[in-house]
């Protein structure tokens, strides 16, 4: 088990991609810890560099306190899932499983009863003579979970394991990752694109943009209080409202909707200010009657979630999204209001 301290680690590749920018990051010993950003942002850069598979152009990589920035791959004791599994198609399960004993030169009875032991353990009892094109994707990310896992990495590395799945096989190997990992207590770093894997596995998150992490907390911090624009439209399943408001004396004036001015963003907002004002959909309460601070508007579509629905209200031209409770929904046409929760409504600089 080890902690990862990376320094000002940028990644220049050749042809001039600037894949990593400075980059620092500390993640602790027996952290679950997700990056998340969008596709190009540097998330397999980042990944990769840390296992040694990419050389840093510059800046450092420690695991566990040791400098590795120099070190192959062979040397640091990291285990790594990639996207595709990158499973040996001619080999069996146990041998696919077994690889890395084999580069460490292990014997190979310790080898055979390693894997055996690697197989059981994720769930692939009697599959061990099969070739990887004879399972599941589901059955194929074990395999390659358990070939990370054989040669008991410091380490562990995930390249969005689960992004090959099916929605509801997705979920079920969510769970048991997050089981696995309490389990084994590996510090463990996971990719994903998707933010709800992110907000539901991670004991913390970074938000990646071209390079460089835009936010760094647990999923509540990021989730409730995005550090800026890029991070609050990018979280959230159904995607937080922005809408262009102006600061007047103690109040922020947004999409005709008069909101209070938070006592400690009054001294960095002055009167006049052109702001942005963010509110998430879980955290307006709809009605059909006027109230003070509520957004008024007409409801042009209402979406069926399933217990739920996100209804999109017109409000002096801006689209405002609402989850309203099941039962609750309004017809399209209908005048509506949406009165954001106190203290749920971010403001932010444009820019
Ligand atoms: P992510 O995993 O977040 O989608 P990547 O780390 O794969 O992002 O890529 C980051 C940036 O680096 C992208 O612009 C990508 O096109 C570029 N890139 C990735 N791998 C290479 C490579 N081997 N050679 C040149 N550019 C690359
Ligand atoms: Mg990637």
Sequence with gaps: ?????????????PGGVRALDALDLDVADGEFFALLGPSGCGKTTLLRTVAGLESATSGTVALGGADVTRLPPGRRNVGMVFQDYALFPHMSVLDNIAYPLKIKKRGKADRHARAAEAADYLGLEGLGRRRPGELSGGQQQRVALARALVA????????????????????????????????????????????????????RIAVMEKGRIRQLGTPTEVFRRPANLFVASFIGSTPMNLLPGRVEGEHVVAAGAVLPLPEEARAELPVGEEIVCGVRPEYLDYSDRPADGAFAGRVSVVEHLGGSALVTLDVEGEPLHVVVGEGREPEPGDEGWALPRPGRVLLYRDG
């Design 1 to 13: 088990m080890a902690a990862i301290t990376i320094r000002e680690l940028t990644k220049v590749y």
């Design 152 to 203: 008991e990495p410091r380490i562990f590395l995930l390249d969005e394991p689960l992004s090959n799945l099916d929605a509801r096989l997705r979920l079920e190997a969510r769970t048991f990752l997050k089981r696995l990992q309490k389990e084994l207590a590996v510090t463990t770093v996971f990719v994903t694109h998707d933010q709800a894997e992110a907000l539901a596995l991670a004991d």
